[in-house]
């Protein structure tokens, strides 16, 4: 290995995703980025289970929001509907704004940690709301 971070083969072709370290990228504390000790299963367990979380959130209340917003909250039919479908392509849009929000800003897990608290925040007031009425 030279010092760019490069291994060699015997045939003279060099693969830098061999390496140890991943060059110019740098963790939380500025310290360089160990291969080994990055990404991997541990990453992918956290992404996938909050994706699971929150499927099951986004179509539990996909199901009842036409009643909640029918019985509680007295819409009449039509408008619940459309305000459902409004509900349904914002939230459809929302990953496009995120996938902004991570790669120009926060990065992706504090994005994904930010946006599961919020959704768990509203997902919350909305058991609130529909337990006290």
């Not at 994706?51 to 619940?80: D, H, K, M």
Request: proline letters at 3%; hydrophobic letters at 45%.
């Amino acid at each position: 290995m030279d010092d760019t971070g490069t291994s060699t083969h015997s045939a003279g072709v060099q693969s830098p995703l061999l390496n140890n370290i991943v060059n110019g990228t740098v963790d939380y504390k500025g310290r360089p980025v160990l291969r080994s000790k990055s990404g991997c299963w541990r990453s992918a367990y956290f992404i996938v289970g909050v994706e699971v979380a929150e499927r099951f959130a986004y179509y539990g209340v996909n199901s009842n929001l036409i009643t909640y917003l029918t019985v509680p909250l007295g819409q009449s039919t039509t408008t619940a509907a459309e305000n459902v479908n409004i509900w349904s392509g914002t939230s459809s849009l929302l990953p496009l704004v995120g996938a902004f929000i991570a790669d120009a800003y926060l990065g992706r897990y504090l994005t994904i940690i930010i946006a599961s608290l919020l959704y768990v925040l509203v997902c919350r007031l909305f058991i609130f709301t529909f337990k006290f009425e």
